[in-house]
């Protein structure tokens, strides 16, 4: 609306924000946009790849044949890209670089969440291992490739280097300036650390959510996660008429106090996941003060300036631990995982004796067996490895010749 004033004061873009200007660019120079910085121009080219596409039947913590209404890979993402673009916008951080690297932080993994990443690594530990942060750099450097004139989707450095989140110090050595950081301990760009701490905090608060509504956890449970009786008293001292929902609440037989039931926990996890990003807006603002870093350089030569305070970080730590029992070691969630660890290696058995059944041709002069394998199983979907489970893992089946079936 003409002169309508924004509810909400940005910040412009402060001097320690990464931008065009102080950007070290793109590999291959193409003439930028003009209607949107190059960043944001970074985050229509991820938006647009396949890679991301695949992430929406990619598990986050929950596997798709346990329901419907928790998040995946994909929304998980967009999820963080949502705090991430909100605490950029207050700290005068570019948020469209956060945006992008949020948007793709996950890219690189495996199917079937933080297992299939730990399954692939050891089978392939003699042959360079696996790791889903490079896997996340190879996507978007070689293997996303749309554009005739060069392999990859030719990425800014800082959004290549962001992605590059971890890195042993034997692989750093072999990436060249993208890695430099990994070597001489330099902390990552602020945007870098504003995706992190987000990506932390809207998985945590995530699970919390989906763990209850998948009835995991109950609402006696839940009242045991650590900051959840402190936002309850927060919530109370705003709306004094907040009543805590009980358990027969939750299984009433009127669908009305159920949802008003489910409602009342899931705006406690709100409040808790509100409480963190404030403090860490607010204590990220004091270090940065304190730092007074000029450039973007000068402000990854301190220790990691964005973060929680003391107090919050423990609460954050007490609830890692909590979910990491009450929800990663369910017995449920640890009898899936195991189902699918047989896929994971029964495929990776099937490939390595026949390469050609990865994706119809066999092994290009020179190509090696184990990378490809790594791409083609870390590609995948939980869907598609079920799938070709179902396919390959049938006796009499695993030696046929392959027929073309797909792109990949
Ligand atoms: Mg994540």
């Known amino acids: 609306m003409a002169g309508h004033t924004p509810a909400i004061f940005l910040m412009p873009l402060a001097p320690y924000a990464v931008s065009e200007e102080n950007s070290r660019g793109r ?10 910085n190059a960043f944001a121009r970074d985050y229509t080219r991820v938006l647009h790849s396949q890679a991301l596409r695949r992430l929406q039947h990619k ?6 044949n346990e329901g419907d209404l928790f998040r995946t890979r994909l929304t998980h993402s967009m999820e963080v890209e949502q705090v991430a673009r909100s605490v950029a916008k207050q700290l005068g951080l570019n948020d469209d670089l956060c945006a992008v690297l949020a948007l793709a932080h996950d890219l690189g993994h495996a199917p079937f969440g933080h297992m299939g990443q730990d399954i692939l690594n050891e089978l392939l530990k003699d042959h360079g291992g696996f790791e889903h942060n490079h896997q996340a750099l190879r996507i978007v450097d070689e293997l996303e490739s749309p554009y005739p004139e060069h392999a990859g989707l030719n990425l800014m450095f800082e959004t290549r280097e962001g992605l590059l989140k971890h890195c042993t110090q ?4 072999t990436l060249g300036d993208i890695a430099k950081r990994h070597l001489d301990g330099r902390a990552p760009t602020l945007e870098a650390q504003v995706v992190d701490l987000s990506d932390a905090i809207a998985y945590i608060h995530a699970d919390l959510e989906d763990a209850f509504l998948m009835k995991l956890l109950s609402v006696e449970e839940m009242k045991e996660a650590p900051g959840y009786a402190e936002a309850l008293i927060r919530i109370r001292q705003k709306n004094p008429d907040f009543k805590e929902p009980v358990a027969s609440d939750l299984d009433h037989t009127r669908l009305l106090v159920r949802t008003q039931a489910r409602a009342k926990v ?20 004091l270090r940065i003060q304190a730092a007074n870093p000029q450039t973007p ?4 030569s301190n220790p990691p300036l964005v973060g929680f305070s003391d107090g919050q970080q423990k609460l954050h730590t007490a609830l890692r631990q909590f979910s990491r029992k ?4 369910h017995e449920e969630v640890v009898r899936v995982r195991g189902r699918e660890r047989e896929v994971l290696e029964e495929l990776f058995r099937v490939y390595e004796h026949n390469p050609a059944a990865m994706d119809g041709y066999p092994l290009d002069d020179g190509e090696d067996l184990y990378r490809r394998l790594a791409d083609h199983l870390s590609g995948m979907t939980d869907l598609r490895a079920h799938s070709e489970f179902r396919k390959w893992a049938m006796p009499g089946l695993d030696a046929a010749p392959a027929k073309k079936r797909s792109l990949r």
């Not at 590999?27 to 930028?32: D, K, L, S």
């Not at 899931?266 to 603002?285: A, C, G, P």
């Not at 350089?297 to 990854?300: G, L, N, S, W």
Request: proline share 2%; aromatic share 4%; glycine share 0%.
């Open 27 to 36: 590999q291959h120079q193409i003439p930028e946009a003009t209607d949107r």
């Open 59 to 64: 598990t986050q913590v929950f596997s798709s």
């Open 170 to 173: 034997e692989r750093a050595r």
């Open 266 to 285: 899931q705006s406690v996890v709100r409040e808790m996941m509100r409480h963190s990003i404030d403090d860490m807006i607010s204590n990220s603002k």
């Open 297 to 300: 350089d000068q402000a990854r």
């Open 326 to 329: 009450r929800i990663y070691e």
